[in-house]
């Protein structure tokens, strides 16, 4: 076999319990947590990860694509806490050019997410480039509020030529 087509694989234990599904968007199943489905928000083609309870516990996600002279691109693999929604997540979201990217992190209730104790959550932390082309690190406390931050201006294209010796005071990252 040199090829193989399909919309949907589900990656099972011994038990039978789902481990890993690799789909595509009309096929991606709803989330399972605690033992209950209820409806997933938006359907992208990707990886989901389940634990060994078979409770949806993250996954690798893309999307995108034109719409006339218009497009939106997104991936990200995101980390579920717990009985709960995403905690950790790497992004990158792309609408017409106005991008944004990097590493985010939410604060979730310790209730599971299928009580109504569990719902909602906060933005806590993101490190990247924003839409508007900072790069930037926020942070907010457990009520979402903004603390000291960082955001030392627009990422600048990337230059060409020869890069200056280290310790030459470029102002970059090593290896950047």
Not at 63 to 81: E, K, M, P, V, W
Not at 125 to 147: K, N
């Amino acid at each position: 076999m040199e090829e193989l087509n399909v919309e949907r694989i589900n990656i099972v234990s011994q038990e039978g319990k789902v481990r890993l599904v690799i789909t595509c968007a009309e096929r991606a199943p709803d989330p399972v947590v605690n033992g209950q489905a209820f409806t997933r928000q938006g359907r992208s083609p990707g990886l989901i990860f389940y634990n060994a309870d078979g409770d949806e516990c993250g996954g690798l996600v893309f999307g995108g694509g034109r719409n006339g002279d218009r497009h939106t691109a997104s991936s990200g693999l995101f980390l579920d806490q717990f009985l709960q929604d995403q905690v950790v997540g790497l992004a990158y979201d792309d609408e017409d050019g106005r991008r944004s990217y990097g590493l985010r992190i939410w604060e979730r209730p310790t209730a599971p997410v299928t009580s109504p104790e569990g719902q909602g959550g906060v933005g806590r932390a993101f490190v990247g480039r924003t839409s508007d082309g900072e790069a930037a690190v926020i942070l907010r406390d457990r009520q979402g509020r903004r603390r000291p931050s960082s955001r030392p201006g627009r990422c600048p294209p990337r230059r060409s030529g020869p890069r200056p010796a280290p310790g030459a005071g470029s102002g970059s990252f090593p290896g950047s």
